[in-house]
């Protein structure tokens, strides 16, 4: 298996309040990518790196934030979490051009 | 506007059965597709097609693709109870950095 963990696995929040959810591989992979996946609307990109302090926005930033400070670690931030923010957020990690995507184990985040 | 498309959205067939998911693309510099299982946790990788007409073989799974006509296939036989899974398509193309992902096939093999 690839070498990704995300952390926390489960979390439950309240509305407003800041949320961070962690990232970390151990491959060494270049490019870093953070997921929400909700029923009927499959995996939907929120932001995704490129290198260290290199990050895009995906299709749905909105209310997101991330931060890849070093190599092995990718860190969303839910500024003021929201109730439509609840979802499962996976974390998945590529090599070079050409080379598939493997997913961490997901966090489940459930915003009260 | 690239974009990727799977069908059906979800199957039920009786174990034993042949099923065949579809996944087209209309992208723009295509590099290759990507098909993933989802079960209850994160999707895990079956296939990557490059080529065209070359197929890609693991077990009673098995994929083709076809770049002319913009789409691939992907084949499960003798299907069991534990291929129910959601089944995901992506593509990668070499103008960005992201995988852009279909909406998947729910598939439910009933005993």
């Known amino acids: 298996d690839a070498g990704i963990t995300q952390s926390p696995r489960h979390k439950v929040t309240e509305t407003g309040t800041p949320v961070t959810l962690r990232c970390h591989q151990t491959e060494n992979h270049r490019y870093m990518y953070w997921y929400r996946q909700d029923p009927g609307h499959g995996l939907r990109l929120i932001h995704y790196?490129?290198?260290?302090?290199?990050?895009d926005k995906g299709e749905v930033s909105d209310g997101y934030s991330v931060s890849r400070s070093k190599t092995e670690d990718f860190l969303l931030t839910l500024e003021s979490a929201t109730s439509s923010q609840t979802s499962v957020y996976f974390c998945a990690i590529r090599g070079g051009a050409g080379t598939e995507a493997f997913f961490g184990q997901g966090t489940r985040l459930t915003v009260v | 506007e690239d974009k990727v498309v799977q069908s059906p959205l979800s199957l039920v067939v009786h174990e034993g059965d042949t099923v065949t998911l579809n996944c087209s693309y209309e992208?723009?510099?295509?590099?290759?597709l990507l098909w993933y299982k989802q079960e209850k946790k994160a999707p895990t990788f079956l296939f990557m097609l490059?080529?065209s007409g070359i197929e890609k073989k693991s077990g009673r799974l098995s994929s083709i693709l076809d770049k002319k006509e913009l789409f691939s296939i992907l084949n499960i036989t003798a299907t069991q109870t534990g291929d129910s899974a959601i089944y995901l398509c992506a593509v990668l193309t070499d103008s960005n950095y992201q995988l852009i992902w279909g909406a998947g096939t729910k598939l439910i093999i009933k005993p």
């Open positions: 790196s490129y290198g260290v302090k290199d990050t």
């Open positions: 992208v723009t510099n295509f590099r290759s």
């Open positions: 490059t080529s």
